[in-house]
């Protein structure tokens, strides 16, 4: 079989975690392949997503391995045997890789949480917003890329559809709804978009005004996408050079602490729609 050229985020993790399991049983690569009765290249092609696995040879690994965690093993079959081929393939050689692994990663998620600082998230971004967030780019996007990301940006919202919708946890800081990316009459439409969706069943949307003690506890924009088990979390932080997934043990304890102090410096529900509401009427 032919090996992956540009594995998925969601197949490196995969093959992350079959290392992690390799790795705690004390096993090196050759062992694992001996055990396996497969040559060593087989597993290090695995444990770098250029190959997949089968559910068979998965539970061998993980028997091997003395992994006793059958929801683990079944988590991880489960993505070892996925096919799904979701919305975002259509725009596979369209956009850089990273903007697909997010939508995947969300289109799987049992949850998302995010913290947002500076900008509002994107996925309650109205088009005029994004546009504008896309136009302002260094080096400058030809226009036909600059659409390409507004429709991708416009088709992860289908993760709110349905009655499957995500639940989805928001904490936006004040600078984020007053900073106009574009015009007056964009940044109100952009505040009444948030209106409507924090009246939505499986979304909370909490503000952090400027004048709240306890900044120093909020001061970190993160994702935290939540996986079939609480092991196969993401934490995804946007730096100038693209998204990166974390998901060390150590990095998402880190990460779910930060987001519980955001909640705890953040306003309600109710008093974050009327901060919102009063910030529009402003306009």
């Excluded at 032919?2 to 985020?9: F, M, N, V």
């Excluded at 490196?12 to 079959?18: Q, T």
């Excluded at 924090?198 to 939540?226: C, N």
């Amino acid at each position: 079989m032919a090996l992956r050229r540009e594995p998925t985020a969601r197949q490196m993790r995969l093959a992350v975690e079959l290392r992690r399991l390799r790795e705690a049983a004390g096993l090196n690569a050759r062992q694992a392949a001996a055990l396996l009765g497969v040559g060593a290249p087989q597993i290090t092609h695995i444990e770098s997503a250029l190959a997949g696995v089968s559910e068979n040879r998965l539970r061998r690994m993980a028997a091997h391995y003395s992994c006793a965690d059958e929801d683990l093993i079944g988590a991880l079959v489960a993505m070892a045997t996925d096919r799904t081929r979701g919305w975002w393939e259509g725009y596979r050689g369209a956009l850089p890789t990273p903007f697909l692994d997010l939508a995947e990663l969300e289109h799987h998620a049992t949850f998302l949480r995010e913290v947002t600082l500076l900008f509002v998230p994107g996925l309650l971004q109205t088009e005029e917003y994004a546009r504008a967030l896309f136009a302002a780019r260094v080096p400058e996007l030809a226009e036909e890329e600059q659409e390409t990301r507004i429709r991708h940006r416009a088709d992860r919202r289908t993760i709110f559809e349905g009655a499957s919708a995500t639940p989805y946890e928001v904490v936006i800081h004040e600078a984020a709804l007053r900073i106009r990316v574009s015009d007056r009459g964009a940044a109100r439409l952009q505040l009444v978009r948030l209106l409507e969706v924090s009246d939505v069943e499986h979304i909370m949307l909490r503000v952090i005004p400027f004048d709240l003690d306890g900044f120093a506890r909020a001061s970190s924009a993160m994702t935290w996408a939540g996986g079939s088990l609480p092991k196969l979390d993401t934490v995804v932080r946007d730096t100038p050079h693209g998204s990166v997934f974390l998901d060390s043990e150590a990095q998402l304890n880190a990460y779910r602490t930060r987001f519980r102090r955001v909640e705890a410096v953040s306003l309600g529900p109710a008093r974050s729609r009327d901060f919102i509401n009063r910030l529009a009427k402003e306009l």
